[in-house]
């Protein structure tokens, strides 16, 4: 059971990623470098954590999907390895195509850094499995450039296929569908724009988030 | 071989940027504004003297990094 977190120049949410994942899975994940072109043997599961990648450059995550080590990360997704896009680590998901749709400014035009309170919309997935759906928790989100923009028959296709994995309950940022998080066809990967890993320590105000570091202990130890 | 690449968002693709301008645009007094759409210009200088060359590579590089063609379309200006 392995894990690792893949680090870009400008990721801010690396360190909190490592210890919610240290804290689930008893074990410190691997810091990767995106210059690295390969990723460390055996890996179970690799997270993209939150920041503002290369500046947010060009366009959120679009530089940072094009590191070296993304190649290494379709390749282990398109294999079925879990991966986990948290924030930033969503915007470069979208941008390699991993996931559909992809993330632009907030309709408000204001970042927002608040706990929003969010719908578990499905159980069924590594990620989600130690939740119940429909479940409300509450998660922080801190972004800018959060409004998931997909169109009608995207949106009504991922609900048909049960891959909206959070939605928000009052969408703060105009996202399609009010969508917070969305899965993989085969739902290994996930990408959200709240925080969980800011949120699965007392300490830090709130547990809400440590269901979803459970969950993926769970299918780790099943797998 | 100078290109310059326009990127724009899609027709009917909510652009907030572009609806801000307006709104600051129409406050200065521009009333005659209907709309603002906000995109952006890369200037792209190639060593490539072949125009069509020159502009399959531009391509290619708005296919793959440039515009995100989910919500993007881009054209190409090149300039001799």
Same mark, same amino acid.
């Given at each position: 059971?392995?894990?690792?977190?893949i680090v870009f120049?400008?990721s801010?949410?690396?360190?909190?990623?490592a210890?919610?994942?240290?804290?689930?899975l008893?074990?410190a +994940?691997?810091m990767?470098?995106? /210059?690295?072109?390969?990723?460390p043997?055996?890996?179970?599961?690799?997270?993209? +954590?939150?920041?503002?990648?290369?500046?947010?450059y060009?366009?959120c995550?679009a530089?940072a999907?094009r590191s070296?080590?993304m190649?290494?990360?379709a390749d282990f997704a398109?294999r079925g390895?879990?991966?986990?896009?948290?924030c930033?680590?969503?915007?470069?998901l979208?941008?390699?195509?991993l996931? +559909?749709?992809t993330?632009m400014r907030n309709s408000?035009? /204001?970042?927002i850094?608040?706990?929003?309170?969010?719908?578990?919309?499905?159980?069924?997935?590594?990620?989600?499995?130690?939740?119940?759906?429909g479940?409300?928790?509450?998660?922080?989100?801190?972004?800018?450039?959060?409004?998931?923009?997909a169109s009608?028959?995207?949106v009504?296709?991922?609900?048909?296929a049960?891959?909206i994995?959070f939605s928000?309950?009052d969408n703060?940022?105009?996202?399609?569908?009010?969508?917070?998080?969305v899965?993989?066809q085969?739902?290994?990967?996930l990408?959200?724009m709240p925080h969980?890993?800011?949120?699965a320590?007392p300490?830090?105000?709130?547990?809400?988030?440590r269901?979803?570091?459970q969950?993926?202990?769970?299918?780790?130890?099943?797998? | 071989? /100078?290109?310059?690449?326009?990127?724009?968002? /899609?027709?009917g693709?909510l652009?907030?940027?572009?609806?801000?301008?307006?709104?600051?645009?129409?406050?200065m007094?521009?009333?005659?504004l209907?709309?603002?759409?906000?995109?952006k210009?890369i200037?792209?200088?190639?060593?490539?003297?072949?125009p069509?060359?020159a502009?399959?590579?531009?391509?290619?590089?708005?296919?793959?990094?440039?515009a995100?063609?989910?919500?993007?379309?881009?054209t190409?200006?090149i300039?001799?």
């Amino acid at each position: 059971m392995k894990s690792a977190v893949i680090v870009f120049p400008g990721s801010n949410c690396d360190r909190d990623m490592a210890m919610a994942l240290a804290g689930a899975l008893g074990h410190a +994940p691997r810091m990767v470098w995106h /210059k690295d072109v390969s990723l460390p043997d055996g890996l179970d599961l690799i997270a993209i +954590p939150g920041g503002f990648s290369f500046g947010d450059y060009l366009r959120c995550g679009a530089i940072a999907g094009r590191s070296p080590i993304m190649r290494a990360v379709a390749d282990f997704a398109n294999r079925g390895g879990l991966v986990l896009g948290i924030c930033n680590g969503f915007q470069v998901l979208c941008e390699t195509g991993l996931l +559909p749709g992809t993330l632009m400014r907030n309709s408000g035009l /204001k970042f927002i850094c608040k706990t929003v309170r969010l719908t578990v919309e499905t159980a069924d997935s590594p990620f989600t499995s130690a939740y119940d759906a429909g479940q409300p928790i509450d998660i922080p989100v801190a972004h800018h450039d959060g409004n998931y923009v997909a169109s009608d028959a995207l949106v009504q296709r991922l609900r048909d296929a049960d891959r909206i994995a959070f939605s928000y309950q009052d969408n703060p940022n105009g996202s399609s569908g009010n969508i917070a998080g969305v899965l993989s066809q085969n739902r290994r990967v996930l990408g959200m724009m709240p925080h969980p890993e800011r949120r699965a320590d007392p300490d830090l105000g709130g547990t809400d988030g440590r269901a979803l570091f459970q969950s993926l202990a769970k299918a780790l130890i099943s797998a | 071989m /100078k290109i310059r690449v326009f990127i724009t968002l /899609k027709a009917g693709v909510l652009d907030p940027q572009g609806k801000a301008v307006l709104q600051a645009l129409s406050a200065m007094g521009f009333d005659q504004l209907r709309d603002v759409r906000q995109g952006k210009v890369i200037e792209l200088d190639l060593d490539e003297s072949d125009p069509e060359k020159a502009a399959a590579a531009a391509r290619e590089m708005c296919e793959r990094l440039l515009a995100n063609t989910v919500i993007e379309d881009y054209t190409l200006d090149i300039q001799q």
